[in-house]
Protein backbone atom coordinates (compact mmCIF):
# COMPACT_ATOMS: atom_id res chain seq x y z
CA UNK A 1 0.00 0.00 0.00
CA UNK A 2 1.06 3.31 -0.61
CA UNK A 3 -0.01 6.72 0.24
CA UNK A 4 -2.62 7.63 -2.19
CA UNK A 5 -4.17 4.18 -1.64
CA UNK A 6 -3.54 4.64 2.44
CA UNK A 7 -5.74 8.04 1.61
CA UNK A 8 -8.27 6.16 -0.01
CA UNK A 9 -8.62 3.71 2.84
CA UNK A 10 -8.68 6.50 5.38
CA UNK A 11 -12.07 7.76 3.28
CA UNK A 12 -13.77 4.19 3.66
CA UNK A 13 -12.77 3.96 7.67
CA UNK A 14 -14.75 7.42 7.62
CA UNK A 15 -17.40 5.90 6.20
CA UNK A 16 -17.20 3.43 8.83
CA UNK A 17 -16.66 0.63 6.02
CA UNK A 18 -13.28 -0.91 7.43
CA UNK A 19 -12.09 -1.11 10.99
CA UNK A 20 -8.98 0.67 12.08
CA UNK A 21 -6.10 -1.70 12.03
CA UNK A 22 -6.63 -3.37 8.59
CA UNK A 23 -3.54 -5.15 8.17
CA UNK A 24 -1.81 -3.57 5.06
CA UNK A 25 -3.18 0.11 6.08
CA UNK A 26 -1.29 -0.69 9.57
CA UNK A 27 1.53 -2.12 8.24
CA UNK A 28 2.25 1.01 5.97
CA UNK A 29 1.24 3.63 8.59
CA UNK A 30 3.83 2.17 10.84
CA UNK A 31 6.06 3.12 8.11
CA UNK A 32 4.81 6.37 6.81
CA UNK A 33 4.87 9.05 9.73
CA UNK A 34 2.62 11.19 7.26
CA UNK A 35 0.21 8.71 6.68
CA UNK A 36 0.36 7.55 10.54
CA UNK A 37 -0.48 11.42 11.53
CA UNK A 38 -3.00 11.48 8.88
CA UNK A 39 -5.16 8.62 10.40
CA UNK A 40 -4.84 10.10 13.87
CA UNK A 41 -6.29 13.38 12.42
CA UNK A 42 -9.37 11.39 10.68
CA UNK A 43 -9.39 9.03 14.46
CA UNK A 44 -10.34 12.83 16.06
CA UNK A 45 -12.26 13.93 13.35
CA UNK A 46 -14.55 10.69 13.70
CA UNK A 47 -14.69 11.42 17.54
CA UNK A 48 -15.73 14.50 17.13
CA UNK A 49 -18.71 14.20 14.40
CA UNK A 50 -20.02 11.55 16.67
CA UNK A 51 -20.28 13.66 19.56
CA UNK A 52 -21.84 16.55 17.09
CA UNK A 53 -25.02 17.61 19.08
CA UNK A 54 -28.38 16.99 16.98
CA UNK A 55 -29.73 20.37 16.61
CA UNK A 56 -33.13 19.91 19.01
CA UNK A 57 -36.28 21.33 17.16
CA UNK A 58 -38.06 23.70 19.49
CA UNK A 59 -40.72 21.86 21.88
CA UNK A 60 -43.91 23.76 19.83
CA UNK A 61 -42.50 23.62 16.81
CA UNK A 62 -44.22 20.12 15.60
CA UNK A 63 -47.50 21.81 16.87
CA UNK A 64 -47.30 24.80 15.15
CA UNK A 65 -46.36 22.91 12.00
CA UNK A 66 -50.03 20.85 11.75
CA UNK A 67 -51.78 23.82 12.44
CA UNK A 68 -50.34 25.36 9.51
CA UNK A 69 -50.93 21.99 7.64
CA UNK A 70 -54.10 21.57 8.52
CA UNK A 71 -55.49 25.40 7.98
CA UNK A 72 -53.84 25.43 4.60
CA UNK A 73 -55.88 21.77 4.26
CA UNK A 74 -58.93 23.84 5.16
CA UNK A 75 -58.22 26.67 2.53
CA UNK A 76 -57.65 24.52 0.38
CA UNK A 77 -60.82 22.33 0.30
CA UNK A 78 -62.84 25.61 0.35
CA UNK A 79 -61.35 27.15 -2.77
CA UNK A 80 -61.96 23.52 -4.66
CA UNK A 81 -65.71 23.53 -3.44
CA UNK A 82 -66.07 27.39 -4.67
CA UNK A 83 -64.49 26.18 -7.65
CA UNK A 84 -66.60 23.62 -8.72
CA UNK A 85 -69.22 25.64 -7.77
CA UNK A 86 -68.22 28.56 -10.07
CA UNK A 87 -67.32 25.76 -12.91
CA UNK A 88 -70.51 24.20 -12.68
CA UNK A 89 -73.03 27.16 -12.86
CA UNK A 90 -71.12 28.47 -15.81
CA UNK A 91 -71.26 25.18 -17.65
CA UNK A 92 -74.87 25.59 -16.88
CA UNK A 93 -75.10 29.42 -18.15
CA UNK A 94 -73.31 28.54 -21.60
CA UNK A 95 -75.61 25.30 -22.35
CA UNK A 96 -78.61 27.13 -21.55
CA UNK A 97 -77.26 30.13 -23.94
CA UNK A 98 -76.33 27.53 -26.35
CA UNK A 99 -79.55 25.69 -26.40
CA UNK A 100 -82.04 28.95 -26.20
CA UNK A 101 -82.73 29.13 -29.87
CA UNK A 102 -83.60 25.06 -30.29
CA UNK A 103 -86.63 25.82 -28.29
CA UNK A 104 -88.10 27.93 -31.17
CA UNK A 105 -89.10 25.95 -34.36
CA UNK A 106 -88.56 27.46 -37.61
CA UNK A 107 -90.40 27.60 -41.05
CA UNK A 108 -87.86 26.52 -44.03
CA UNK A 109 -87.54 30.17 -45.33
CA UNK A 110 -86.63 31.71 -41.72
CA UNK A 111 -89.49 32.86 -40.56
CA UNK A 112 -90.00 32.39 -36.99
CA UNK A 113 -93.55 31.96 -35.17
CA UNK A 114 -94.82 30.89 -31.75
CA UNK A 115 -95.17 27.28 -31.84
CA UNK A 116 -98.61 26.87 -31.38
CA UNK A 117 -100.26 25.65 -28.35
CA UNK A 118 -102.73 22.78 -29.94
CA UNK A 119 -100.34 19.83 -31.16
CA UNK A 120 -103.34 18.57 -33.05
CA UNK A 121 -103.82 21.45 -35.40
CA UNK A 122 -101.71 20.88 -38.87
CA UNK A 123 -99.41 23.40 -40.04
CA UNK A 124 -100.64 24.89 -43.76
CA UNK A 125 -98.61 23.99 -46.49
CA UNK A 126 -97.31 26.63 -48.96
CA UNK A 127 -100.37 26.17 -51.22
CA UNK A 128 -102.73 26.61 -48.79
CA UNK A 129 -100.93 29.46 -47.23
CA UNK A 130 -100.66 30.99 -51.03
CA UNK A 131 -104.34 30.52 -51.63
CA UNK A 132 -105.42 32.02 -48.50
CA UNK A 133 -103.60 35.08 -48.99
CA UNK A 134 -104.71 35.39 -52.49
CA UNK A 135 -109.11 35.14 -51.10
CA UNK A 136 -107.85 37.12 -48.31
CA UNK A 137 -106.24 39.97 -50.90
CA UNK A 138 -109.43 39.73 -53.14
CA UNK A 139 -111.82 39.81 -50.41
CA UNK A 140 -110.11 43.12 -49.36
CA UNK A 141 -110.50 44.55 -52.49
CA UNK A 142 -113.88 43.68 -53.11
CA UNK A 143 -114.62 45.62 -49.49
CA UNK A 144 -112.99 48.63 -50.40
CA UNK A 145 -114.38 48.72 -53.58
CA UNK A 146 -117.59 48.17 -52.46
CA UNK A 147 -116.90 51.14 -49.67
CA UNK A 148 -115.63 53.43 -52.58
CA UNK A 149 -118.70 53.16 -54.92
CA UNK A 150 -120.94 53.08 -51.88
CA UNK A 151 -119.25 56.61 -51.35
CA UNK A 152 -119.29 57.38 -54.38
CA UNK A 153 -123.15 57.09 -54.82
CA UNK A 154 -123.76 59.11 -52.26
CA UNK A 155 -121.58 62.08 -53.26
CA UNK A 156 -123.43 61.64 -56.76
CA UNK A 157 -126.97 61.93 -54.83
CA UNK A 158 -126.29 65.03 -53.57
CA UNK A 159 -124.92 66.29 -57.01
CA UNK A 160 -128.13 68.57 -58.86
CA UNK A 161 -129.16 67.50 -62.42
CA UNK A 162 -127.42 69.07 -64.92
CA UNK A 163 -129.15 69.25 -68.53
CA UNK A 164 -127.62 66.74 -70.89
CA UNK A 165 -125.37 68.84 -73.00
CA UNK A 166 -126.13 69.07 -76.61
CA UNK A 167 -124.32 65.95 -78.54
CA UNK A 168 -123.42 67.55 -80.90
CA UNK A 169 -121.72 70.83 -78.79
CA UNK A 170 -119.79 68.22 -77.65
CA UNK A 171 -116.36 68.24 -77.97
CA UNK A 172 -115.87 64.79 -79.73
CA UNK A 173 -113.86 62.71 -77.24
CA UNK A 174 -111.16 60.13 -77.17
CA UNK A 175 -112.42 57.38 -78.86
CA UNK A 176 -112.68 54.40 -76.34
CA UNK A 177 -110.03 52.24 -75.33
CA UNK A 178 -109.12 49.21 -77.54
CA UNK A 179 -110.32 46.80 -75.36
CA UNK A 180 -111.60 45.67 -72.27
CA UNK A 181 -108.72 44.24 -70.98
CA UNK A 182 -106.74 48.07 -71.59
CA UNK A 183 -109.21 49.57 -69.04
CA UNK A 184 -108.36 47.11 -66.54
CA UNK A 185 -105.15 47.71 -66.49
CA UNK A 186 -105.59 51.82 -66.64
CA UNK A 187 -107.70 50.72 -63.28
CA UNK A 188 -105.65 48.58 -61.69
CA UNK A 189 -102.14 50.83 -62.34
CA UNK A 190 -104.23 54.01 -60.82
CA UNK A 191 -104.55 51.51 -57.85
CA UNK A 192 -101.72 51.19 -55.48
CA UNK A 193 -100.59 47.98 -54.08
CA UNK A 194 -101.64 46.84 -50.83
CA UNK A 195 -98.25 45.58 -50.37
CA UNK A 196 -94.82 44.94 -52.92
CA UNK A 197 -94.75 41.29 -52.16
CA UNK A 198 -97.63 38.48 -51.78
CA UNK A 199 -95.96 37.87 -48.40
CA UNK A 200 -96.08 41.03 -46.90
CA UNK A 201 -99.64 40.93 -47.84
CA UNK A 202 -100.41 37.98 -46.50
CA UNK A 203 -98.57 39.53 -42.84
CA UNK A 204 -101.13 42.15 -43.39
CA UNK A 205 -104.51 40.51 -43.84
CA UNK A 206 -103.53 38.37 -41.08
CA UNK A 207 -103.65 41.15 -39.19
CA UNK A 208 -107.03 42.51 -40.26
CA UNK A 209 -108.92 38.67 -40.63
CA UNK A 210 -110.76 37.65 -37.69
CA UNK A 211 -108.79 34.21 -36.10
CA UNK A 212 -110.01 30.95 -38.05
CA UNK A 213 -111.24 28.76 -36.18
CA UNK A 214 -110.38 25.43 -36.64
CA UNK A 215 -112.67 23.06 -38.11
CA UNK A 216 -113.83 20.69 -35.57
CA UNK A 217 -113.01 17.12 -36.28
CA UNK B 1 -40.27 0.92 6.12
CA UNK B 2 -41.45 1.73 2.45
CA UNK B 3 -44.39 -0.08 3.16
CA UNK B 4 -44.84 1.98 6.32
CA UNK B 5 -44.20 5.04 4.82
CA UNK B 6 -46.75 4.44 1.72
CA UNK B 7 -49.54 3.40 4.39
CA UNK B 8 -48.69 6.62 6.54
CA UNK B 9 -48.81 8.54 3.79
CA UNK B 10 -52.26 7.35 2.06
CA UNK B 11 -53.58 7.72 5.21
CA UNK B 12 -52.72 11.87 5.27
CA UNK B 13 -53.95 11.94 2.04
CA UNK B 14 -57.63 10.87 3.53
CA UNK B 15 -57.20 13.54 5.66
CA UNK B 16 -56.69 11.47 9.32
CA UNK B 17 -55.12 14.42 11.46
CA UNK B 18 -53.05 11.80 13.63
CA UNK B 19 -51.42 10.42 10.62
CA UNK B 20 -50.89 14.02 9.81
CA UNK B 21 -48.92 14.57 13.47
CA UNK B 22 -47.24 11.53 13.10
CA UNK B 23 -45.44 12.25 9.95
CA UNK B 24 -44.97 15.82 11.28
CA UNK B 25 -43.25 14.26 14.38
CA UNK B 26 -41.55 11.61 12.24
CA UNK B 27 -39.52 13.61 10.09
CA UNK B 28 -39.18 17.31 11.73
CA UNK B 29 -36.05 16.46 13.55
CA UNK B 30 -34.18 15.62 10.53
CA UNK B 31 -35.77 18.28 8.88
CA UNK B 32 -34.99 21.30 11.14
CA UNK B 33 -31.78 19.77 11.82
CA UNK B 34 -30.50 20.17 7.82
CA UNK B 35 -32.71 23.47 7.85
CA UNK B 36 -29.96 24.66 11.25
CA UNK B 37 -26.49 23.54 9.20
CA UNK B 38 -27.42 24.82 5.68
CA UNK B 39 -28.95 28.44 7.00
CA UNK B 40 -27.22 29.09 10.03
CA UNK B 41 -29.48 30.56 11.60
CA UNK B 42 -32.50 29.36 14.60
CA UNK B 43 -35.57 31.34 13.52
CA UNK B 44 -34.94 31.31 9.67
CA UNK B 45 -34.57 26.73 10.22
CA UNK B 46 -38.12 27.24 12.12
CA UNK B 47 -39.71 28.95 9.10
CA UNK B 48 -38.15 27.22 6.81
CA UNK B 49 -38.93 23.58 8.76
CA UNK B 50 -42.37 24.66 8.32
CA UNK B 51 -42.37 25.86 5.29
CA UNK B 52 -41.17 22.73 4.19
CA UNK B 53 -44.15 20.66 5.78
CA UNK B 54 -46.28 22.56 4.27
CA UNK B 55 -44.92 22.19 0.60
CA UNK B 56 -44.48 18.54 1.57
CA UNK B 57 -48.37 18.25 2.32
CA UNK B 58 -49.04 19.50 -0.50
CA UNK B 59 -47.24 17.87 -2.76
CA UNK B 60 -47.91 14.27 -0.92
CA UNK B 61 -49.95 13.07 -3.99
CA UNK B 62 -46.79 13.35 -6.50
CA UNK B 63 -44.97 11.42 -3.89
CA UNK B 64 -43.98 7.81 -5.92
CA UNK B 65 -44.77 5.28 -3.55
CA UNK B 66 -42.11 2.96 -5.19
CA UNK B 67 -39.06 5.16 -3.85
CA UNK B 68 -38.29 5.95 -0.10
CA UNK B 69 -40.07 9.00 1.42
CA UNK B 70 -36.82 9.90 3.14
CA UNK B 71 -34.75 11.49 0.43
CA UNK B 72 -37.66 13.12 -1.37
CA UNK B 73 -39.02 14.97 1.96
CA UNK B 74 -34.80 16.06 2.22
CA UNK B 75 -35.15 17.24 -1.05
CA UNK B 76 -37.47 19.47 -1.02
CA UNK B 77 -36.09 20.61 2.55
CA UNK B 78 -32.42 21.28 0.32
CA UNK B 79 -34.61 23.09 -2.46
CA UNK B 80 -36.54 25.10 0.35
CA UNK B 81 -33.17 26.06 2.03
CA UNK B 82 -31.46 27.03 -1.19
CA UNK B 83 -34.31 29.78 -1.80
CA UNK B 84 -34.28 30.94 1.12
CA UNK B 85 -30.39 31.61 1.11
CA UNK B 86 -31.26 33.47 -2.02
CA UNK B 87 -34.18 35.54 -0.72
CA UNK B 88 -32.04 36.25 2.49
CA UNK B 89 -30.32 40.16 3.06
CA UNK B 90 -28.74 39.94 5.74
CA UNK B 91 -25.96 37.86 7.13
CA UNK B 92 -26.22 34.78 8.90
CA UNK B 93 -25.67 34.39 12.41
CA UNK B 94 -23.92 31.51 13.33
CA UNK B 95 -26.28 29.36 15.59
CA UNK B 96 -25.30 28.22 18.91
CA UNK B 97 -25.60 23.98 18.70
CA UNK B 98 -24.29 23.77 21.93
CA UNK B 99 -27.69 25.29 23.33
CA UNK B 100 -29.96 23.25 21.73
CA UNK B 101 -28.45 19.78 22.88
CA UNK B 102 -29.38 18.38 26.26
CA UNK B 103 -26.45 16.61 27.57
CA UNK B 104 -23.73 17.66 29.54
CA UNK B 105 -20.73 19.12 28.51
CA UNK B 106 -17.32 17.29 28.33
CA UNK B 107 -14.51 18.24 30.70
CA UNK B 108 -11.81 18.08 28.10
CA UNK B 109 -10.94 19.81 24.58
CA UNK B 110 -14.17 18.08 23.01
CA UNK B 111 -15.97 21.30 23.59
CA UNK B 112 -13.39 22.96 21.44
CA UNK B 113 -13.09 20.20 18.84
CA UNK B 114 -16.99 20.57 18.35
CA UNK B 115 -16.84 23.71 17.94
CA UNK B 116 -14.34 24.06 15.95
CA UNK B 117 -15.75 21.39 13.86
CA UNK B 118 -18.69 23.19 13.75
CA UNK B 119 -17.37 26.67 12.50
CA UNK B 120 -15.22 24.35 10.05
CA UNK B 121 -18.54 23.05 8.23
CA UNK B 122 -20.06 26.28 8.10
CA UNK B 123 -17.42 28.17 6.07
CA UNK B 124 -17.84 24.74 3.83
CA UNK B 125 -19.41 24.75 0.45
CA UNK B 126 -23.43 24.32 0.70
CA UNK B 127 -23.08 20.97 -1.20
CA UNK B 128 -20.11 19.36 0.88
CA UNK B 129 -21.88 20.96 4.15
CA UNK B 130 -25.11 19.53 3.13
CA UNK B 131 -23.11 15.89 2.62
CA UNK B 132 -21.47 15.74 5.15
CA UNK B 133 -24.81 16.26 8.08
CA UNK B 134 -26.85 13.73 5.88
CA UNK B 135 -23.70 11.14 6.19
CA UNK B 136 -22.34 11.81 9.50
CA UNK B 137 -24.91 13.57 11.41
CA UNK B 138 -28.43 12.09 9.58
CA UNK B 139 -26.58 8.63 9.08
CA UNK B 140 -28.01 8.18 5.70
CA UNK B 141 -26.52 6.13 3.25
CA UNK B 142 -24.83 7.00 -0.21
CA UNK B 143 -27.95 6.24 -2.38
CA UNK B 144 -30.06 8.04 -0.18
CA UNK B 145 -28.22 11.20 -0.17
CA UNK B 146 -27.41 10.94 -4.06
CA UNK B 147 -31.59 10.56 -4.37
CA UNK B 148 -32.17 13.36 -2.16
CA UNK B 149 -29.30 16.13 -4.59
CA UNK B 150 -30.41 13.77 -7.65
CA UNK B 151 -26.64 13.75 -8.53
CA UNK B 152 -24.65 10.19 -8.69
CA UNK B 153 -23.40 8.22 -6.05
CA UNK B 154 -19.94 9.02 -7.20
CA UNK B 155 -20.55 13.01 -7.03
CA UNK B 156 -21.83 12.29 -3.87
CA UNK B 157 -18.42 10.28 -2.52
CA UNK B 158 -16.39 13.11 -4.33
CA UNK B 159 -17.96 16.09 -2.32
CA UNK B 160 -17.92 13.94 0.73
CA UNK B 161 -13.90 13.69 0.86
CA UNK B 162 -13.40 16.69 -0.04
CA UNK B 163 -15.28 18.18 3.21
CA UNK B 164 -13.39 15.95 5.20
CA UNK B 165 -9.87 17.24 3.68
CA UNK B 166 -10.77 20.89 4.14
CA UNK B 167 -12.49 20.18 7.73
CA UNK B 168 -9.37 18.15 8.54
CA UNK B 169 -7.36 21.28 7.19
CA UNK B 170 -9.02 23.68 9.53
CA UNK B 171 -8.32 21.79 12.16
CA UNK B 172 -4.87 21.37 11.53
CA UNK B 173 -4.51 24.81 11.72
CA UNK B 174 -6.69 25.61 14.37
CA UNK B 175 -4.29 23.03 15.84
CA UNK B 176 -7.17 20.51 16.98
CA UNK B 177 -4.99 17.41 15.41
CA UNK B 178 -1.77 16.89 15.58
CA UNK B 179 0.14 19.44 13.38
CA UNK B 180 2.57 17.45 11.45
CA UNK B 181 -0.06 15.35 9.44
CA UNK B 182 0.34 17.58 6.17
CA UNK B 183 4.14 17.66 6.08
CA UNK B 184 5.92 16.43 3.21
CA UNK B 185 2.83 15.20 2.11
CA UNK B 186 2.86 17.47 -0.82
CA UNK B 187 0.26 18.46 -3.27
CA UNK B 188 -0.78 14.37 -3.54
CA UNK B 189 -2.31 14.13 -0.21
CA UNK B 190 -4.54 16.82 -0.97
CA UNK B 191 -6.81 17.41 -3.94
CA UNK B 192 -7.35 20.65 -4.49
CA UNK B 193 -4.74 21.70 -2.14
CA UNK B 194 -4.29 25.47 -3.28
CA UNK B 195 -8.35 26.09 -2.82
CA UNK B 196 -8.79 24.14 0.25
CA UNK B 197 -7.38 26.12 2.91
CA UNK B 198 -10.33 27.73 4.66
CA UNK B 199 -12.15 27.67 1.38
CA UNK B 200 -15.64 29.70 3.03
CA UNK B 201 -17.99 28.81 -0.09
CA UNK B 202 -21.42 28.18 0.51
Known sequence: MNCTDHQ??????????????????AEHRAACA??????????????????LPCPVPPADLGCRIVRSVLADRRRTLVFRRVAVVGALAASLLLATWFALPYFRADVPNGNREVVSGD????????????QEGTAALMAVTRRTTGETVGQTRLLTALVPEMPVPDPQGLVALNTPSASLRELQESVSDGLEPVASSWRRAVDLFRRNIPPMTPPSE | MSAEDAALVRRCLRGDEQATRALVERFQAEVYGLCLRVLNHRHDAEDVTQEVFLRIFRSLRRWDSSRPLKPWIMGITLNRCRTWLAQRVRRPELADYLQDVAQSRPEDDSAELLREIETALAELREEYRTVFVLFHQQGQPYEDIAATLERPVGTIKTWLHRARLEVLERLRKRGMVPPDWQTGMGAEHLPGAGAGSGSTRK
Do not use: H, M, N
Open chain 1, 8 to 25: DWIQDYLDGAVPADTGSA
Open chain 1, 34 to 51: VCRELFAAAQRLLAGVRQ
Open chain 1, 119 to 130: PKVPEPSLEESL
